[in-house]
């Protein structure tokens, strides 16, 4: 039991790095599909979660909770939905129009910071996952794969008034994505019970659909290597690194958008307690370590990243 529970946690956290790597704005709709534990026959599976992000040029920061329940519809196959709720905060530097003189000739004031300040529920997804090669004591290994619908049922056209005027908040600003995607992954877990050890390989990727401007946001493909080590009474550490890369956006002439496109690398250190088998914790924090991307659509993910989750199965059932 103890093996399959550290290889379990371990999946769910390294997933959920994937996801938050590449995700932006106030939507669920991540980069690749969020892969959980795989609750027993007839078990229910709660996770709530809380993250924060800030850019590290300063102009974009989100604090974010989220809510995943999954129920087991045999002991290998299960479903699940999330939903989140996010406060947004953009800036942006709105620099004036001059003459060869350095005149100002517009009307609106030049070299301008505006604040954009939203709040409310992102995009949910719903999701599938199965368990193609269980965790046992014998094998100590896990083959696992998953897909996900997002749902774009928040709103991506929300306005602010500036000077006067209305005008729609820019895509970072708005918890919702206006579109409709598709993702999936595929995991490899392998526990070594004698180093106190266990290892996660994952690859997953998602494509998105036309938004109502007729612009394609680009497709996320990413891969991540983790290793946890533990248990130390019931504290174990975890470190992870993934790369993840987003192809160019598409609009409505289907020619490339400068203004979209890139990978990045990233390292995930963070800690798990096991206050029981039906309650764990973890605490980390993503940092980004390189990254050549220009992703003024779909945000800039630099700087440090701290998440908590919380794993709470509603009904434990006896093996």
């Known amino acids: ?107 609106i004031k030049p070299d301008t910071t505006i604040h954009f300040d939203n709040n409310g529920f992102g995009d949910g997804s719903v999701a599938l996952q199965l368990v193609i090669l269980p965790m046992t004591v014998l094998s100590r290994q896990e083959l696992k794969v998953g897909t996900d619908l997002g749902l774009p049922w928040a709103s991506s056209e929300k306005k602010t008034t500036i000077e006067g005027l209305s005008t729609v908040m820019p895509p970072r600003s708005q918890n919702g994505s206006g579109v409709f995607s598709v993702g999936g992954f595929l995991s490899y877990s392998r526990s070594m019970p004698p180093q106190r050890l266990a290892g996660t390989a994952t690859v997953g990727g998602r494509v998105r659909s036309r938004d109502a401007q007729g612009v394609r946001p680009g497709a996320d493909i990413a891969a991540t290597a983790s290793v946890v080590a533990g248990p130390l009474w019931k504290l174990k550490g975890l470190l992870s ?79």
């Open 241 to 319: 690194a993934g790369y993840g890369y987003t192809t160019q956006s598409v609009d409505r002439h289907d020619k490339p958008d400068s203004t979209t496109g890139g990978g990045r690398v990233s390292l995930t250190p963070g800690l798990e307690v096991s206050l029981s088998e039906k309650l764990q914790f973890s605490l980390d924090a993503t940092v980004p370590i390189w990254q050549d991307m220009n992703q003024k659509i779909a945000g800039n993910s630099l700087g440090v990243r701290l998440a908590a989750y919380v794993f709470i199965p509603v009904f434990h059932r006896k093996e």
């Open 1 to 107: 039991m103890q093996i399959k529970t550290i290889s379990v946690l371990l999946l769910c956290v390294v997933l959920s790095k994937l996801s938050a790597a590449s995700s932006c704005c106030g939507t669920g709709t991540s980069s690749v599909s969020e892969g959980h534990p795989t609750p027993a026959q007839g078990t229910f599976l709660a996770l709530p979660g809380a993250d924060y992000s800030k850019s590290a040029t300063g102009d974009f920061q989100r604090e974010r909770v989220s809510l995943a329940l999954a129920y087991g519809i045999s002991n290998r196959f299960a479903v699940s939905v999330r939903v989140n709720y996010a406060w947004l905060q953009t800036w942006i530097l709105r620099r004036g129009l001059y003459d060869t003189m350095g005149t100002v000739i517009d009307v």
